[in-house]
Protein backbone atom coordinates (compact mmCIF):
# COMPACT_ATOMS: atom_id res chain seq x y z
CA UNK A 1 0.00 0.00 0.00
CA UNK A 2 3.09 2.28 0.94
CA UNK A 3 4.79 1.77 -2.19
CA UNK A 4 2.96 3.57 -4.92
CA UNK A 5 1.86 6.76 -2.73
CA UNK A 6 5.74 7.39 -2.06
CA UNK A 7 5.95 6.77 -5.58
CA UNK A 8 3.48 9.20 -6.47
CA UNK A 9 4.90 11.68 -3.69
CA UNK A 10 8.21 11.46 -5.83
CA UNK A 11 6.48 12.46 -9.40
CA UNK A 12 4.42 14.89 -7.56
CA UNK A 13 7.33 16.91 -6.43
CA UNK A 14 9.54 15.99 -9.37
CA UNK A 15 6.96 17.81 -11.37
CA UNK A 16 6.92 20.68 -9.52
CA UNK A 17 10.56 21.00 -9.33
CA UNK A 18 11.43 23.92 -11.90
CA UNK A 19 15.36 22.90 -11.69
CA UNK A 20 14.55 19.56 -12.58
CA UNK A 21 12.46 20.94 -15.51
CA UNK A 22 14.89 22.80 -17.02
CA UNK A 23 17.65 20.54 -16.62
CA UNK A 24 15.47 17.95 -18.28
CA UNK A 25 14.58 19.96 -21.26
CA UNK A 26 17.89 21.19 -22.25
CA UNK A 27 19.19 17.66 -22.18
CA UNK A 28 16.63 16.32 -24.08
CA UNK A 29 17.25 19.00 -26.86
CA UNK A 30 20.56 17.43 -26.99
CA UNK A 31 20.05 13.79 -27.32
CA UNK A 32 17.43 14.75 -29.86
CA UNK A 33 19.94 16.39 -31.56
CA UNK A 34 22.39 13.23 -31.46
CA UNK A 35 19.50 11.17 -32.39
CA UNK A 36 18.43 12.94 -34.94
CA UNK A 37 21.12 14.91 -36.00
CA UNK A 38 22.81 12.66 -38.60
CA UNK A 39 19.96 12.62 -40.63
CA UNK A 40 19.64 16.21 -41.01
CA UNK A 41 23.35 16.77 -42.59
CA UNK A 42 24.84 14.79 -45.75
CA UNK A 43 28.29 15.86 -45.33
CA UNK A 44 30.55 13.09 -43.38
CA UNK A 45 32.90 15.05 -41.16
CA UNK A 46 36.12 15.41 -42.43
CA UNK A 47 35.34 15.55 -45.95
CA UNK A 48 35.96 18.78 -48.21
CA UNK A 49 32.94 19.84 -48.91
CA UNK A 50 32.86 23.11 -49.24
CA UNK A 51 34.53 26.37 -49.54
CA UNK A 52 36.46 27.30 -46.73
CA UNK A 53 35.75 29.99 -44.34
CA UNK A 54 31.88 30.50 -45.23
CA UNK A 55 29.89 31.64 -42.00
CA UNK A 56 26.84 29.71 -40.69
CA UNK A 57 24.42 29.64 -43.94
CA UNK A 58 21.14 27.50 -45.09
CA UNK A 59 23.90 25.33 -46.97
CA UNK A 60 26.19 24.62 -44.74
CA UNK A 61 24.30 25.35 -40.94
CA UNK A 62 27.38 26.21 -38.78
CA UNK A 63 29.49 27.11 -41.30
CA UNK A 64 32.45 25.13 -42.69
CA UNK A 65 36.25 25.12 -41.53
CA UNK A 66 39.60 26.42 -42.55
CA UNK A 67 39.58 23.39 -45.03
CA UNK A 68 35.89 23.68 -46.47
CA UNK A 69 34.73 20.72 -43.89
CA UNK A 70 31.20 20.77 -42.23
CA UNK A 71 31.13 21.97 -38.92
CA UNK A 72 27.52 20.80 -38.04
CA UNK A 73 28.23 16.95 -39.40
CA UNK A 74 31.61 17.08 -36.67
CA UNK A 75 29.44 18.84 -34.16
CA UNK A 76 26.64 15.90 -34.31
CA UNK A 77 29.23 12.81 -34.04
CA UNK A 78 30.94 15.03 -31.45
CA UNK A 79 27.50 15.27 -29.52
CA UNK A 80 27.30 11.09 -30.23
CA UNK A 81 30.91 10.94 -28.48
CA UNK A 82 30.30 13.01 -25.58
CA UNK A 83 27.05 11.23 -24.66
CA UNK A 84 29.37 8.38 -25.06
CA UNK A 85 32.23 9.50 -22.98
CA UNK A 86 29.63 11.18 -20.31
CA UNK A 87 27.61 7.36 -19.83
CA UNK A 88 30.74 4.62 -20.31
CA UNK A 89 32.61 6.74 -17.87
CA UNK A 90 30.52 7.98 -15.76
CA UNK A 91 29.16 4.66 -15.48
CA UNK A 92 32.23 2.94 -15.35
CA UNK A 93 33.58 5.14 -12.46
CA UNK A 94 30.32 4.82 -10.39
CA UNK A 95 30.15 1.24 -10.41
CA UNK A 96 34.15 1.20 -9.72
CA UNK A 97 33.11 3.77 -7.12
CA UNK A 98 30.23 1.53 -5.78
CA UNK A 99 31.81 -1.84 -5.39
CA UNK A 100 34.97 0.12 -3.56
CA UNK A 101 32.86 2.55 -1.13
CA UNK A 102 30.38 -0.66 -0.19
CA UNK A 103 33.48 -3.00 0.25
CA UNK A 104 35.44 -0.66 2.68
CA UNK A 105 32.42 0.70 4.27
CA UNK A 106 30.81 -2.48 5.14
CA UNK A 107 33.52 -4.63 5.80
CA UNK A 108 36.08 -2.33 8.08
CA UNK A 109 39.10 -3.05 9.20
CA UNK A 110 42.07 -3.98 6.90
CA UNK A 111 39.91 -4.40 3.70
CA UNK A 112 38.88 -0.55 4.82
CA UNK A 113 42.63 0.25 5.23
CA UNK A 114 43.65 -0.70 2.18
CA UNK A 115 41.29 0.03 -0.35
CA UNK A 116 41.27 3.67 1.56
CA UNK A 117 45.11 3.57 0.90
CA UNK A 118 44.33 3.05 -2.98
CA UNK A 119 41.71 5.46 -3.44
CA UNK A 120 43.83 7.81 -1.55
CA UNK A 121 46.75 7.87 -3.65
CA UNK A 122 44.27 7.81 -7.32
CA UNK A 123 43.06 10.65 -6.02
CA UNK A 124 46.48 12.24 -5.69
CA UNK A 125 48.00 11.05 -8.97
CA UNK A 126 47.25 13.46 -11.08
CA UNK A 127 45.50 11.59 -13.74
CA UNK A 128 46.69 13.50 -16.99
CA UNK A 129 50.38 12.50 -16.28
CA UNK A 130 49.60 8.74 -16.67
CA UNK A 131 47.26 9.17 -19.51
CA UNK A 132 50.38 11.11 -21.18
CA UNK A 133 51.80 7.35 -21.14
CA UNK A 134 48.99 5.47 -22.08
CA UNK A 135 48.56 7.65 -25.27
CA UNK A 136 52.06 7.36 -26.36
CA UNK A 137 52.22 3.79 -26.16
CA UNK A 138 48.63 3.43 -27.83
CA UNK A 139 48.72 5.14 -31.42
CA UNK A 140 45.69 4.49 -32.37
CA UNK A 141 42.97 5.24 -29.37
CA UNK A 142 38.95 5.34 -30.16
CA UNK A 143 36.56 7.46 -27.82
CA UNK A 144 35.77 3.99 -25.84
CA UNK A 145 39.05 3.29 -25.03
CA UNK A 146 39.24 6.80 -23.74
CA UNK A 147 36.15 6.44 -22.06
CA UNK A 148 37.63 3.71 -19.90
CA UNK A 149 40.29 4.98 -18.68
CA UNK A 150 38.57 7.83 -18.23
CA UNK A 151 35.98 5.77 -15.77
CA UNK A 152 39.35 3.85 -14.23
CA UNK A 153 40.51 7.44 -12.54
CA UNK A 154 37.80 9.38 -12.01
CA UNK A 155 36.18 6.83 -9.30
CA UNK A 156 37.53 7.61 -6.09
CA UNK A 157 35.31 10.80 -4.72
CA UNK A 158 32.71 8.51 -5.32
CA UNK A 159 33.60 5.39 -3.08
CA UNK A 160 34.89 8.31 -0.49
CA UNK A 161 31.35 9.80 -0.54
CA UNK A 162 29.34 5.76 -0.65
CA UNK A 163 31.80 4.63 1.65
CA UNK A 164 30.85 7.43 3.99
CA UNK A 165 27.23 6.42 3.23
CA UNK A 166 27.34 3.15 3.99
CA UNK A 167 29.10 3.44 6.92
CA UNK A 168 26.31 5.26 8.55
CA UNK A 169 23.74 2.52 7.19
CA UNK A 170 25.66 -0.59 7.96
CA UNK A 171 24.93 0.24 12.08
CA UNK A 172 21.04 0.63 11.72
CA UNK A 173 19.34 -1.82 13.36
CA UNK A 174 17.26 -3.55 10.20
CA UNK A 175 20.98 -4.59 8.96
CA UNK A 176 21.70 -5.66 12.07
CA UNK A 177 18.87 -8.06 12.28
CA UNK A 178 19.45 -9.24 8.36
CA UNK A 179 22.89 -10.13 9.71
CA UNK A 180 21.24 -12.20 12.81
CA UNK A 181 19.16 -13.93 10.17
CA UNK A 182 22.62 -15.21 8.69
CA UNK A 183 22.50 -13.18 5.52
CA UNK A 184 25.20 -13.44 3.40
CA UNK A 185 27.46 -9.95 3.35
CA UNK A 186 26.78 -9.24 -0.48
CA UNK A 187 23.03 -9.82 -0.44
CA UNK A 188 23.32 -7.58 2.90
CA UNK A 189 24.73 -5.06 0.71
CA UNK A 190 22.40 -5.12 -2.17
CA UNK A 191 18.90 -6.04 -0.77
CA UNK A 192 19.18 -3.75 2.51
CA UNK A 193 21.82 -1.12 2.08
CA UNK A 194 21.85 -0.35 -1.66
CA UNK A 195 17.92 0.42 -1.94
CA UNK A 196 18.32 3.11 0.93
CA UNK A 197 21.07 4.57 -1.01
CA UNK A 198 19.30 4.36 -4.73
CA UNK A 199 18.64 8.08 -4.71
CA UNK A 200 22.35 8.78 -3.90
CA UNK A 201 23.88 6.59 -6.29
CA UNK A 202 22.10 8.27 -8.98
CA UNK A 203 23.30 11.88 -7.92
CA UNK A 204 26.65 10.20 -7.94
CA UNK A 205 26.07 8.77 -11.67
CA UNK A 206 24.78 11.94 -13.12
CA UNK A 207 27.86 13.63 -11.25
CA UNK A 208 29.83 11.38 -12.82
CA UNK A 209 28.42 12.28 -16.26
CA UNK A 210 29.20 15.50 -16.10
CA UNK A 211 32.62 15.32 -14.68
CA UNK A 212 33.31 12.53 -17.38
CA UNK A 213 32.40 14.88 -20.48
CA UNK A 214 34.72 17.97 -19.00
CA UNK A 215 37.39 15.70 -18.18
CA UNK A 216 37.08 14.09 -21.88
CA UNK A 217 37.25 18.10 -23.56
CA UNK A 218 40.61 18.51 -21.56
CA UNK A 219 41.83 15.66 -22.97
CA UNK A 220 40.86 15.81 -26.67
CA UNK A 221 41.69 19.53 -26.99
CA UNK A 222 45.61 18.64 -25.30
CA UNK A 223 45.81 16.04 -28.05
CA UNK A 224 45.37 12.63 -25.97
CA UNK A 225 42.03 12.00 -26.87
CA UNK A 226 40.95 9.92 -29.66
CA UNK A 227 42.77 9.64 -32.71
CA UNK A 228 39.54 7.80 -35.39
CA UNK A 229 36.83 9.75 -34.12
CA UNK A 230 35.73 13.25 -33.93
CA UNK A 231 34.83 14.57 -30.23
CA UNK A 232 34.20 18.27 -29.52
CA UNK A 233 37.27 18.69 -27.56
CA UNK A 234 38.78 17.92 -30.89
CA UNK A 235 36.96 20.57 -32.73
CA UNK A 236 38.12 23.09 -30.49
CA UNK A 237 41.70 21.51 -30.56
CA UNK A 238 41.54 21.77 -34.32
CA UNK A 239 40.36 25.37 -34.15
CA UNK A 240 42.98 26.95 -31.93
CA UNK A 241 45.65 24.78 -34.19
CA UNK A 242 44.57 25.96 -37.50
CA UNK A 243 44.23 29.48 -36.70
CA UNK A 244 40.25 30.21 -36.20
CA UNK A 245 40.98 32.80 -33.35
CA UNK A 246 43.15 35.28 -35.80
CA UNK A 247 40.53 34.24 -38.47
CA UNK A 248 37.49 35.35 -36.65
CA UNK A 249 35.61 31.82 -37.23
CA UNK A 250 33.77 31.66 -34.18
CA UNK A 251 31.27 29.09 -35.96
CA UNK A 252 34.00 26.73 -35.55
CA UNK A 253 35.02 26.97 -32.15
CA UNK A 254 31.54 28.23 -30.09
CA UNK A 255 29.26 25.39 -30.64
CA UNK A 256 31.20 22.85 -28.89
CA UNK A 257 32.06 24.67 -26.14
CA UNK A 258 28.28 25.58 -25.81
CA UNK A 259 26.99 22.39 -25.91
CA UNK A 260 29.69 21.20 -23.18
CA UNK A 261 28.43 23.74 -21.37
CA UNK A 262 25.08 23.20 -22.00
CA UNK A 263 24.99 19.75 -21.41
CA UNK A 264 27.12 19.54 -18.03
CA UNK A 265 25.29 22.59 -16.88
CA UNK A 266 22.13 21.00 -16.75
CA UNK A 267 23.50 17.45 -15.36
CA UNK A 268 24.66 20.00 -12.94
CA UNK A 269 20.60 21.36 -12.61
CA UNK A 270 18.92 18.21 -12.42
CA UNK A 271 21.43 17.01 -9.80
CA UNK A 272 20.21 19.49 -7.55
CA UNK A 273 16.68 19.45 -8.83
CA UNK A 274 16.47 15.65 -7.76
CA UNK A 275 18.38 16.36 -4.36
CA UNK A 276 15.45 18.44 -3.67
CA UNK A 277 12.96 16.12 -4.50
CA UNK A 278 14.59 12.92 -2.96
CA UNK A 279 15.29 14.73 0.19
CA UNK A 280 12.08 16.18 2.55
CA UNK A 281 14.01 18.59 4.23
CA UNK A 282 14.91 20.70 0.44
CA UNK A 283 11.54 20.69 -0.65
CA UNK A 284 10.09 23.79 1.26
CA UNK A 285 12.81 26.06 0.00
CA UNK B 1 46.59 14.35 15.93
CA UNK B 2 49.35 12.27 15.14
CA UNK B 3 47.48 9.76 13.67
CA UNK B 4 45.77 11.39 11.24
CA UNK B 5 49.08 13.04 10.07
CA UNK B 6 51.57 9.98 10.24
CA UNK B 7 48.32 8.02 8.11
CA UNK B 8 48.60 11.10 5.54
CA UNK B 9 52.51 11.30 5.41
CA UNK B 10 52.36 7.42 4.80
CA UNK B 11 49.73 7.86 2.17
CA UNK B 12 52.20 11.07 0.27
CA UNK B 13 55.25 8.66 0.20
CA UNK B 14 53.34 5.47 -0.76
CA UNK B 15 51.66 7.77 -3.83
CA UNK B 16 54.80 9.72 -4.16
CA UNK B 17 57.54 5.94 -4.81
CA UNK B 18 54.36 5.48 -7.42
CA UNK B 19 54.58 8.30 -9.46
CA UNK B 20 58.27 7.78 -9.68
CA UNK B 21 57.84 4.49 -10.42
CA UNK B 22 55.39 5.24 -13.34
CA UNK B 23 57.87 8.13 -14.30
CA UNK B 24 60.54 5.58 -14.73
CA UNK B 25 58.58 3.57 -16.78
CA UNK B 26 57.78 6.59 -19.22
CA UNK B 27 60.37 6.18 -21.66
CA UNK B 28 60.98 2.54 -21.19
CA UNK B 29 56.78 1.90 -22.40
CA UNK B 30 57.36 3.93 -25.36
CA UNK B 31 57.35 2.55 -28.65
CA UNK B 32 61.22 2.02 -29.78
CA UNK B 33 63.88 3.49 -27.14
CA UNK B 34 65.29 7.05 -26.77
CA UNK B 35 68.89 6.23 -28.02
CA UNK B 36 67.35 4.96 -31.44
CA UNK B 37 65.22 7.87 -31.91
CA UNK B 38 68.73 9.92 -31.23
CA UNK B 39 70.74 7.82 -33.88
CA UNK B 40 68.28 7.55 -36.22
CA UNK B 41 68.64 11.67 -37.43
CA UNK B 42 71.77 11.03 -37.73
CA UNK B 43 72.56 9.18 -40.88
CA UNK B 44 75.34 6.71 -40.07
CA UNK B 45 77.37 3.38 -41.19
CA UNK B 46 75.88 0.14 -40.11
CA UNK B 47 78.77 -0.59 -38.14
CA UNK B 48 79.28 2.69 -36.83
CA UNK B 49 75.50 2.71 -35.41
CA UNK B 50 76.33 -0.24 -33.77
CA UNK B 51 78.69 0.93 -32.10
CA UNK B 52 77.48 4.62 -31.09
CA UNK B 53 74.54 3.05 -29.95
CA UNK B 54 76.55 0.69 -27.52
CA UNK B 55 78.53 3.66 -26.67
CA UNK B 56 74.75 5.99 -25.92
CA UNK B 57 73.31 2.51 -23.87
CA UNK B 58 76.10 2.15 -21.73
CA UNK B 59 76.18 5.98 -20.69
CA UNK B 60 72.44 6.29 -20.23
CA UNK B 61 73.39 2.86 -18.29
CA UNK B 62 70.39 1.03 -20.50
CA UNK B 63 72.50 -2.05 -20.89
CA UNK B 64 72.59 -2.55 -16.81
CA UNK B 65 69.72 -4.82 -15.02
CA UNK B 66 66.65 -3.43 -14.92
CA UNK B 67 66.70 -3.55 -10.78
CA UNK B 68 69.90 -1.90 -11.57
CA UNK B 69 68.88 1.02 -14.23
CA UNK B 70 65.55 1.63 -11.58
CA UNK B 71 68.00 2.30 -8.48
CA UNK B 72 70.41 4.45 -10.82
CA UNK B 73 67.10 6.24 -11.56
CA UNK B 74 66.36 6.83 -7.71
CA UNK B 75 70.16 8.02 -6.89
CA UNK B 76 70.28 10.65 -9.74
CA UNK B 77 66.62 11.94 -8.90
CA UNK B 78 67.56 12.57 -5.03
CA UNK B 79 70.59 14.61 -6.73
CA UNK B 80 68.11 16.61 -8.60
CA UNK B 81 69.45 15.23 -11.80
CA UNK B 82 66.48 15.04 -14.30
CA UNK B 83 68.75 14.67 -17.35
CA UNK B 84 69.29 16.95 -20.27
CA UNK B 85 66.72 18.10 -22.70
CA UNK B 86 66.43 17.12 -26.02
CA UNK B 87 63.73 19.81 -26.98
CA UNK B 88 66.16 22.95 -25.84
CA UNK B 89 68.80 21.17 -25.97
CA UNK B 90 71.58 21.01 -23.87
CA UNK B 91 69.70 22.97 -21.13
CA UNK B 92 69.31 20.20 -17.75
CA UNK B 93 65.38 19.34 -17.51
CA UNK B 94 65.85 20.89 -14.18
CA UNK B 95 66.94 24.22 -15.26
CA UNK B 96 64.05 23.89 -18.29
CA UNK B 97 61.33 23.52 -15.30
CA UNK B 98 62.64 26.09 -12.92
CA UNK B 99 62.51 28.56 -16.15
CA UNK B 100 58.67 27.30 -16.22
CA UNK B 101 57.58 26.71 -12.62
CA UNK B 102 57.41 30.62 -11.77
CA UNK B 103 54.82 31.43 -14.44
CA UNK B 104 52.66 28.45 -13.17
CA UNK B 105 52.41 29.23 -9.66
CA UNK B 106 52.24 32.88 -10.29
CA UNK B 107 49.04 31.46 -12.27
CA UNK B 108 47.88 28.74 -10.26
CA UNK B 109 48.30 30.13 -6.63
CA UNK B 110 46.15 33.62 -7.70
CA UNK B 111 43.40 31.40 -9.41
CA UNK B 112 42.90 28.44 -6.69
CA UNK B 113 42.96 30.78 -3.44
CA UNK B 114 40.87 33.89 -4.89
CA UNK B 115 38.43 31.87 -6.57
CA UNK B 116 38.00 29.58 -3.35
CA UNK B 117 37.89 32.49 -1.35
CA UNK B 118 34.68 34.34 -3.84
CA UNK B 119 33.35 31.50 -4.67
CA UNK B 120 32.65 30.63 -1.21
CA UNK B 121 31.90 34.09 0.09
CA UNK B 122 29.84 34.85 -2.81
CA UNK B 123 28.05 31.10 -2.10
CA UNK B 124 27.33 31.98 1.37
CA UNK B 125 25.49 35.76 0.51
CA UNK B 126 24.22 33.55 -2.30
CA UNK B 127 21.68 31.09 0.15
CA UNK B 128 21.01 34.17 2.60
CA UNK B 129 19.10 36.16 -0.39
CA UNK B 130 16.42 35.47 -2.63
CA UNK B 131 17.76 38.02 -5.60
CA UNK B 132 21.40 37.11 -5.33
CA UNK B 133 20.63 33.30 -5.32
CA UNK B 134 18.94 33.86 -8.88
CA UNK B 135 21.36 35.90 -10.27
CA UNK B 136 24.33 33.59 -8.79
CA UNK B 137 22.99 30.31 -9.34
CA UNK B 138 22.61 30.04 -12.80
CA UNK B 139 25.68 32.14 -13.50
CA UNK B 140 27.05 29.36 -10.89
CA UNK B 141 26.08 26.34 -12.83
CA UNK B 142 27.32 28.09 -16.51
CA UNK B 143 30.99 28.56 -15.37
CA UNK B 144 31.13 25.29 -13.23
CA UNK B 145 30.36 23.62 -16.84
CA UNK B 146 32.20 24.94 -18.65
CA UNK B 147 35.62 23.39 -19.79
CA UNK B 148 38.78 26.02 -18.29
CA UNK B 149 40.08 25.84 -22.16
CA UNK B 150 36.59 26.61 -23.89
CA UNK B 151 36.81 30.19 -21.65
CA UNK B 152 40.12 30.43 -22.79
CA UNK B 153 39.21 30.57 -26.23
CA UNK B 154 36.12 32.75 -25.62
CA UNK B 155 38.10 35.50 -23.60
CA UNK B 156 41.05 35.45 -26.29
CA UNK B 157 38.66 35.76 -28.75
CA UNK B 158 36.56 38.29 -27.25
CA UNK B 159 39.23 40.80 -25.21
CA UNK B 160 42.42 39.77 -27.84
CA UNK B 161 41.12 39.86 -31.13
CA UNK B 162 37.50 41.46 -31.96
CA UNK B 163 38.26 43.98 -28.70
CA UNK B 164 42.30 44.12 -29.03
CA UNK B 165 43.00 45.00 -25.50
CA UNK B 166 44.82 41.91 -24.16
CA UNK B 167 47.57 39.82 -25.74
CA UNK B 168 46.44 36.21 -26.42
CA UNK B 169 49.85 34.85 -26.62
CA UNK B 170 53.18 34.10 -24.86
CA UNK B 171 54.43 35.17 -21.12
CA UNK B 172 55.61 38.28 -22.15
CA UNK B 173 55.81 40.26 -25.02
CA UNK B 174 58.22 39.65 -27.62
CA UNK B 175 59.73 42.32 -28.39
CA UNK B 176 60.67 42.49 -24.21
CA UNK B 177 64.03 40.62 -23.15
CA UNK B 178 63.08 39.45 -19.60
CA UNK B 179 64.46 41.87 -17.17
CA UNK B 180 63.28 44.31 -13.63
CA UNK B 181 61.28 46.89 -15.19
CA UNK B 182 58.17 48.19 -15.02
CA UNK B 183 57.58 48.07 -18.75
CA UNK B 184 58.49 44.54 -18.29
CA UNK B 185 55.73 43.99 -15.31
CA UNK B 186 53.46 45.34 -16.92
CA UNK B 187 53.59 42.90 -20.17
CA UNK B 188 53.93 40.03 -17.72
CA UNK B 189 50.88 41.14 -16.19
CA UNK B 190 48.90 41.20 -19.37
CA UNK B 191 50.06 38.38 -20.62
CA UNK B 192 48.75 36.87 -17.37
CA UNK B 193 45.47 38.81 -17.13
CA UNK B 194 43.16 36.40 -19.69
CA UNK B 195 45.14 32.98 -18.63
CA UNK B 196 44.21 33.34 -15.34
CA UNK B 197 40.86 34.93 -15.65
CA UNK B 198 39.94 32.08 -17.24
CA UNK B 199 41.01 29.74 -14.33
CA UNK B 200 39.37 32.20 -11.73
CA UNK B 201 35.79 32.03 -13.46
CA UNK B 202 35.40 28.20 -14.04
CA UNK B 203 36.63 28.15 -10.13
CA UNK B 204 34.33 30.61 -8.74
CA UNK B 205 31.32 28.78 -10.19
CA UNK B 206 32.28 25.92 -8.76
CA UNK B 207 32.97 27.55 -5.32
CA UNK B 208 29.84 29.49 -5.33
CA UNK B 209 27.07 26.76 -6.26
CA UNK B 210 28.92 24.17 -3.64
CA UNK B 211 28.84 26.78 -0.66
CA UNK B 212 25.40 27.61 -1.06
CA UNK B 213 23.75 24.35 -1.34
CA UNK B 214 26.32 23.42 1.73
CA UNK B 215 24.55 26.57 3.47
CA UNK B 216 21.54 25.13 2.58
CA UNK B 217 21.81 22.04 3.93
CA UNK B 218 23.43 23.37 6.95
CA UNK B 219 20.64 25.35 7.52
CA UNK B 220 18.53 22.53 7.34
CA UNK B 221 20.34 20.56 10.10
CA UNK B 222 19.22 19.57 13.67
CA UNK B 223 21.69 22.16 15.13
CA UNK B 224 20.35 25.07 13.11
CA UNK B 225 16.76 24.03 14.12
CA UNK B 226 17.49 24.24 17.94
CA UNK B 227 19.22 26.77 17.59
CA UNK B 228 16.59 28.81 15.85
CA UNK B 229 14.18 27.52 18.34
CA UNK B 230 16.31 28.54 21.19
CA UNK B 231 15.59 32.36 19.49
CA UNK B 232 19.58 32.70 18.68
CA UNK B 233 19.87 35.59 16.21
CA UNK B 234 20.08 34.64 12.52
CA UNK B 235 23.26 35.74 12.23
CA UNK B 236 24.52 33.27 14.40
CA UNK B 237 22.95 30.25 13.16
CA UNK B 238 24.39 31.22 9.64
CA UNK B 239 27.63 31.29 10.90
CA UNK B 240 27.63 28.35 12.59
CA UNK B 241 26.22 26.93 9.90
CA UNK B 242 28.98 28.72 7.76
CA UNK B 243 32.07 27.20 10.06
CA UNK B 244 30.32 23.97 8.96
CA UNK B 245 30.09 24.28 5.21
CA UNK B 246 32.88 25.17 5.35
CA UNK B 247 35.04 21.99 5.81
CA UNK B 248 33.66 19.79 2.81
CA UNK B 249 34.97 22.75 0.90
CA UNK B 250 38.78 22.45 1.91
CA UNK B 251 38.17 18.82 0.90
CA UNK B 252 36.81 19.48 -1.77
CA UNK B 253 39.71 21.95 -2.50
CA UNK B 254 41.73 18.84 -1.94
CA UNK B 255 39.80 16.69 -4.38
CA UNK B 256 40.15 19.00 -7.06
CA UNK B 257 43.35 19.81 -7.04
CA UNK B 258 44.16 17.33 -10.23
CA UNK B 259 41.57 18.86 -12.42
CA UNK B 260 42.52 22.69 -11.62
CA UNK B 261 46.10 21.08 -12.60
CA UNK B 262 44.68 19.78 -15.93
CA UNK B 263 42.40 22.67 -16.61
CA UNK B 264 46.20 25.22 -16.47
CA UNK B 265 48.16 22.46 -18.79
CA UNK B 266 45.33 23.34 -21.44
CA UNK B 267 44.52 27.11 -20.55
CA UNK B 268 48.46 27.50 -20.70
CA UNK B 269 48.43 25.45 -24.34
CA UNK B 270 45.45 28.10 -25.75
CA UNK B 271 47.46 31.04 -24.93
CA UNK B 272 51.15 29.46 -25.10
CA UNK B 273 52.12 30.34 -21.73
CA UNK B 274 55.22 29.30 -20.78
CA UNK B 275 54.23 27.15 -17.39
CA UNK B 276 54.86 23.44 -17.42
CA UNK B 277 51.75 22.58 -19.24
CA UNK B 278 52.82 24.58 -22.29
CA UNK B 279 56.27 22.57 -21.77
CA UNK B 280 55.17 19.25 -21.77
CA UNK B 281 52.71 19.67 -24.78
CA UNK B 282 56.30 20.50 -26.65
CA UNK B 283 58.06 17.95 -25.08
CA UNK B 284 55.66 15.36 -26.01
CA UNK B 285 55.28 16.79 -29.89
CA UNK B 286 59.36 16.34 -29.81
CA UNK B 287 59.46 13.38 -27.79
CA UNK B 288 61.50 14.89 -25.09
CA UNK B 289 60.95 11.93 -22.58
CA UNK B 290 63.58 13.22 -20.08
CA UNK B 291 61.41 16.42 -20.14
CA UNK B 292 58.30 14.46 -20.31
CA UNK B 293 59.60 12.57 -17.24
CA UNK B 294 60.91 16.29 -15.05
CA UNK B 295 57.22 17.65 -15.73
CA UNK B 296 55.46 14.82 -14.24
CA UNK B 297 57.54 14.50 -11.19
CA UNK B 298 57.22 18.52 -11.08
CA UNK B 299 53.46 18.22 -11.02
CA UNK B 300 53.07 15.32 -8.58
CA UNK B 301 55.27 17.00 -6.30
CA UNK B 302 53.02 20.01 -6.80
CA UNK B 303 49.82 18.26 -6.07
CA UNK B 304 51.19 15.86 -3.08
CA UNK B 305 53.06 19.26 -1.27
CA UNK B 306 49.28 21.71 -1.83
CA UNK B 307 47.08 18.43 -0.54
CA UNK B 308 49.65 18.17 2.52
CA UNK B 309 49.04 22.10 3.32
CA UNK B 310 45.44 21.50 2.67
CA UNK B 311 45.85 19.02 5.43
CA UNK B 312 47.50 21.19 7.74
CA UNK B 313 44.63 24.02 7.19
CA UNK B 314 42.25 21.29 7.82
CA UNK B 315 43.45 20.23 11.00
CA UNK B 316 43.87 24.02 12.38
CA UNK B 317 40.10 24.69 11.14
CA UNK B 318 38.01 21.49 12.27
CA UNK B 319 38.88 20.87 15.66
CA UNK B 320 37.52 17.18 15.55
CA UNK B 321 40.83 16.05 14.20
CA UNK B 322 43.04 17.78 16.40
CA UNK B 323 41.34 15.86 19.61
CA UNK B 324 40.85 12.26 17.75
CA UNK B 325 37.43 12.28 17.87
CA UNK B 326 36.93 11.78 14.30
CA UNK B 327 36.57 14.26 10.91
CA UNK B 328 37.84 13.27 7.50
CA UNK B 329 39.46 9.51 7.38
CA UNK B 330 42.51 9.84 6.02
Known sequence: MTKPKKRNEILYFALKNNKLKLGLAVLLVFVVLTLVGPLLTDYAPYDYVGPPYQPPSAEYWFGTTTFGQDVFSQFILGLQATFLVGIVGGGLATLIGVLVGFSAGYRGGIVDEVLNMLTNIVLVIPTLAILLIIAAYLTVRGVLAESVFIGCTAWPWAARAIRAQTFSLRSRSFVDLARLSGMKPWKIIFTQIAPNMMSYLLLVFILQFGGAILTAATLDFIGLGPTNAVSLGLMMNNAVLWGALLLGIWWWFVPPGVAIMAIVGALYVTNVGLDEVFNPKLREM | ?330
Open chain 2, 1 to 330: MKRYFGRKVLIYFLTFFLAVTIDWLIPRFMPGNPVQTMLSRASLHAGAYERIYDYYAGLFGLDLPVWQQYLNFWKALLRGDLGISVLLFPLPVTKVIMNALPYDLFLLVPAILLSWFAGNWFGAFAARSKWLDNTISPLGYMLTATPYMWLGILLAWVFGIVLDIFPISGGYSFALRPHLSWTFIGSLLRHWFLPFASLFLVKFGGWAIGMRNMIIYELEADYSHYLEALGAPRRLVRQYAFRNAILPQITGLALDLGVIVAGALATEIVFSYPGIGYLLLGAIQNKDYFLIQGCFLFIILGVLLANFIIDVAYVLVDPRTRTGMMGEAA
